[in-house]
C-alpha cells in the first residue's frame, strides 16, 4: 500500500495529470460516439437525438413556424398571402433536409391544396405528382398519407374533367385505407362523398346513390344516432336526388335532418331554418303549396334572430316566400319581399349563397 502511494507522489506533477485526464476525456468522446452511432443503427434512440447538427434543428423550428404562420393565413380567408409562406417553407426543407423527407411532403401537399382553392389546378397537380413520389419512397405503398395524396390529385382530376384519371385515384385510395382499417371505418367518408361527388358531376347517378347509401350505413355504424356527421350525408343524397327529380325521396331526407339538428341544436337554430327552407323546396317541387308557408315563416324568423335581418340567408327565403305568393296572385306581397331581398343582397356584393 505504501508502495502504491510513493508510485503516486512520484507522478504527481500538474503536467501529467492534466495529461491523463485529457487522454480520458478522449476515450471517453470515442466510446460515446460509438455507442451513439451504435443505437442510431439499431434505431434504439428517439428522432429528436438524430438531428446532425444545431443548424438542422433551427432550421425545423423554422419549417413549422412557416406552416403554422401559412395556416393561420389561410384561416383567415388570406390565401394568396399563405402561399408565398408555404413556398418558403418548401425552400426551408429543400435547403435543409433530404429529397424524400417528411417535412417536404408536408409542405407540398398544403401549398398544392390552397392552389387548388386559388383555381390553379396544373401548380397543384405537378406538386401533388411530386408529393406522390415522395410518398411512395419514404413510407411506402400502403400509407395512409399516400392515399390523401392519391384523393387530393384525384379532386384536380375530376376538375380537369379528367374523369377516369380522377376515378382510378379515388379506388385506389380506397383500396390503400380499407386495408388499414376495414371497410367501415369513418377515414373512408372523404374519398367516397369525392367518388360519388365525381359520379354526380358525370351523370352516373345510381353509382353516386349506392356509394352515398353506404356512407350513411359507415355514419350509422360509427356514430350515435343524432349526429351532425349525418346531416352532411343526408344533404349529399337529398342533392342527388334533387337533380333527379326524386323530391318525395328528398322530402323524407329532409324531415330526417329536421329531425336531428332540432335533436341536437334546439328548435331555433340557424341549422333548423336551413332545414326547413330544403323542405319547403321539396314541397314547392311536388306542388304541396298550402304547406310551404307556415314553413318558410318559421325558417325567416329563426334566421332574422340568429343571423340578423339582413344577412343572405334571410334573403334566400324572403325569395322563396316572394315566389309561393306570386304563385297565389298575392303579387304585392311577393314585391315588398323581392325588393327587401334585393336590399340585402346589394350589401353582399362579392358573395354567392346557392339557393
Known amino acids: 500500500m505504501q508502495t502504491h502511494i510513493a508510485n503516486i507522489e512520484k507522478f ?3 503536467k501529467v495529470i492534466e495529461g491523463f485526464f485529457f487522454l480520458m476525456g478522449w476515450v471517453f468522446k470515442i466510446l460515446g460516439e460509438l455507442f451513439l452511432e451504435t443505437c442510431t443503427a439499431f434505431g434504439l434512440l428517439p428522432s429528436t ?13 423554422r419549417w413549422e413556424k412557416l406552416m403554422h404562420q401559412a395556416e393561420a393565413l389561410n384561416k383567415q380567408r388570406r390565401p394568396s398571402e399563405a402561399v408565398e409562406i408555404y413556398e418558403e417553407a418548401l425552400q426551408v426543407a429543400e435547403r435543409t433536409f433530404g429529397p424524400e423527407d417528411l417535412k417536404i411532403l408536408t409542405s407540398l401537399n398544403y401549398l398544392a391544396r390552397i ?8 401548380e397543384a397537380e405537378s406538386l401533388y405528382k411530386r408529393a406522390l413520389s415522395i410518398c411512395q419512397k419514404a413510407l411506402g405503398s400502403e400509407h395512409p398519407y399516400l392515399a390523401t395524396i392519391l384523393n387530393n390529385l384525384a379532386v384536380i382530376y375530376g376538375a380537369q374533367n379528367k374523369f377516369e384519371q380522377a376515378e382510378h385515384l379515388y379506388k385506389q385510395a ?3 385505407r380499407e386495408k388499414i382499417t376495414g371497410p367501415d371505418d369513418l377515414s373512408l367518408i372523404t374519398t367516397l362523398n369525392n367518388l360519388s361527388g365525381l359520379y354526380k358531376s358525370w351523370g352516373e347517378y345510381e353509382e353516386s346513390e349506392s356509394i352515398l347509401k353506404r356512407t350513411l350505413k359507415i355514419c350509422q355504424k360509427n356514430l350515435r344516432k343524432y349526429h351532425t356527421d349525418m346531416v352532411t350525408q343526408l344533404y349529399k343524397l337529398a342533392a342527388l336526388y334533387r337533380v333527379q327529380g326524386k323530391y318525395a325521396q328528398c322530402e323524407a331526407l329532409y324531415l330526417r335532418v329536421l329531425t336531428i339538428v332540432k335533436k341536437v ?5 340557424a341549422s333548423v331554418a336551413t332545414a326547413l327552407n330544403f323542405l319547403a323546396a321539396s314541397y314547392y317541387a311536388q306542388g304541396k303549396y298550402e304547406e310551404i308557408e307556415p314553413i318558410l315563416e318559421w325558417a325567416l324568423t329563426i334566421f332574422e334572430k340568429t343571423l340578423g335581418p339582413d344577412h343572405l340567408e334571410v334573403a334566400v327565403v324572403l325569395e322563396n316566400l316572394a315566389a309561393l305568393f306570386q304563385k297565389f296572385g298575392r303579387i304585392e306581397e311577393a314585391r315588398k319581399l323581392k325588393r327587401r331581398a334585393q336590399k340585402i343582397r346589394l350589401k353582399y356584393p362579392d358573395r354567392l349563397l346557392s339557393q
Open 12 to 14: 504527481s506533477s500538474r
Open 49 to 61: 437525438t438524430l438531428y446532425e447538427s444545431r443548424y438542422e434543428y433551427k432550421m425545423t423550428k
Open 115 to 122: 392552389l387548388i382553392d386559388l383555381g390553379k389546378h396544373e
Open 174 to 176: 380506397l383500396t390503400i
Open 265 to 269: 341544436h334546439g328548435i331555433n337554430h
